[in-house]
């Protein structure tokens, strides 16, 4: 059974969450919550924003509530075609509500093409507003795989995030 009774004082709790999805053709492509102009764009139940949803994974993780999945299941008709934003929005209320406060995200996101340096401070703003929290809180780094792999093939984009609660 879980504990759903918030620590009495102000605990350092960190988490960490991944998420992948394939890129194809007919569909667009979003990461940290703004669109990007690319010929693909990622696969998937919502609108598949892996920056997104490893950051959902790692507040959620942080905070011992599971994952994105167990809370916004790819089988529900109500996430069918889900802006992340709300994913994100909703998950930082679901913390709330059990009492924590969000330190800092640092994410990293792995990708060949497009490249991504030119919109990370869109991303941290546009994250910033959604979690409620001062853009300085998050950090965005990009990298390639150096063309190892299915990133590097330019078949999908992984992202990785950890999170500081409180």
Wanted: aromatic letters at 6%; hydrophobic letters at 40%.
């Amino acid at each position: 059974m879980m504990n759903t009774t918030p620590p009495p004082f102000p605990i350092p709790r960190v988490g960490m969450g991944f998420d992948v999805h394939q890129l194809v053709e007919g569909r667009e492509l979003w990461l940290g919550g703004i669109r990007l102009e690319h010929s693909l764009g990622l696969l998937g139940h919502s609108d598949a924003d892996v920056l997104i949803h490893a950051i959902a994974d790692a507040l959620l993780g942080a905070a011992n509530m599971r994952d994105i999945g167990y809370h916004f299941p790819d089988t529900s008709e109500a996430t069918l075609n889900i802006d992340s934003k709300i994913i994100l929005r909703k998950t930082v209320q679901l913390l709330a509500d059990r009492g924590y406060r969000i330190g800092n995200i640092d994410a990293t996101v792995c990708a060949e093409r497009p490249k991504l340096n030119p919109h990370i401070h869109a991303m941290q703003q546009c994250l910033a507003e959604v979690m409620g929290i001062d853009a300085d809180c998050i950090s965005i780094k990009a990298t390639t795989t150096e063309r190892l792999g299915f990133t590097g093939r330019e078949e999908g984009i992984s992202a990785y995030a950890v999170a500081l609660i409180y």
